[in-house]
């Protein structure tokens, strides 16, 4: 299963643009890339999944390159509620998912 | 519609002690997953259910953990007996997928988190 790298934290402020990257050099060919938000006390909430080049939501965006080695996760305009832990996952066949330790992302005021 | 439930919330016992804990997938879902995270480490899968077979059970820790999903709905978690490094937070996900696909999404509770004295 591929391994996954992402810095430990970020910081930002309120209304900046927040972009988490994540490393997964050996991702498998029909792996996706998947990306959980987690709470306090709260279990991990799907965010966004692609597989290659761009995906956008209503929350987020997803960037893949060509080769899939990493993709970015991009969150518009952060505020405090964005607080969180990001998990990038590449998840292969039925959904076993993997989970590092993620990214602490801390936006203030 | 309802989300994941989990019960209960949070559980205290002693070491020795048997506890269950329990888990509603979202309806129509027949993907269940078990989860944990012990203090200080990362998620770690323990299994998944499709229906009410075991698809996937090579995260479970040791034969204490016994893990059941009668009539492919609820699931449940029993370690018997606990032992303090059992404690945790346990997570419940559940998904629609019945392939081998990786598109979709898990839906995850809110935890049963265990203490074990």
């Known amino acids: 299963l591929a391994k996954t790298t992402q810095p430990i934290s970020m910081d930002s402020y309120e209304g900046q643009e927040v972009n988490i990257t994540c490393s997964h050099n050996?991702?498998?060919?029909?792996?996706?890339i998947t990306w959980y938000q987690q709470f306090p006390s709260q279990g991990p909430r799907f965010i966004i999944q692609?597989?290659?080049t761009k995906v956008t939501n209503e929350v987020a965006s997803l960037f893949i390159p060509a080769d899939r080695k990493s993709s970015t996760l991009s969150l518009p305009r952060v505020s405090l509620s964005d607080t969180a832990v990001y998990y990038c996952l590449p998840s292969g066949g039925y959904n076993k998912l993997i989970f590092g330790a993620g990214t602490r992302l801390a936006v203030h005021p | 519609e309802a989300g994941v439930t989990q019960f209960p919330s949070h559980s205290v016992i002693e070491k020795g002690q048997t506890v269950t804990l329990r888990c509603d997938p979202i309806?129509?879902?027949?993907?269940l997953y078990w989860y944990r995270r012990v203090m200080g480490k990362e998620i770690k899968f323990l299994l998944h259910?499709?229906?009410?077979?075991?698809?996937?059970e090579s995260g479970m820790p040791n034969n204490r953990f016994l893990a059941e999903r009668t009539g492919g709905t609820y699931s449940t978690l029993k370690v018997q007996p606990a032992e303090l490094e059992d404690s945790g937070v346990y997570f419940c996900?559940?998904?629609?997928?019945?392939?081998?696909?990786?598109?979709?999404?898990?839906?995850f509770g809110e935890g049963s988190r265990l203490t074990v004295l």
């Open positions: 692609g597989y290659k």
């Open positions: 309806s129509g879902h027949d993907n």
């Open positions: 050996n991702i498998a060919t029909n792996d996706y």
């Open positions: 259910f499709v229906k009410e077979s075991k698809q996937d």
């Open positions: 996900a559940s998904s629609q997928l019945t392939s081998g696909s990786s598109d979709g999404e898990l839906f």
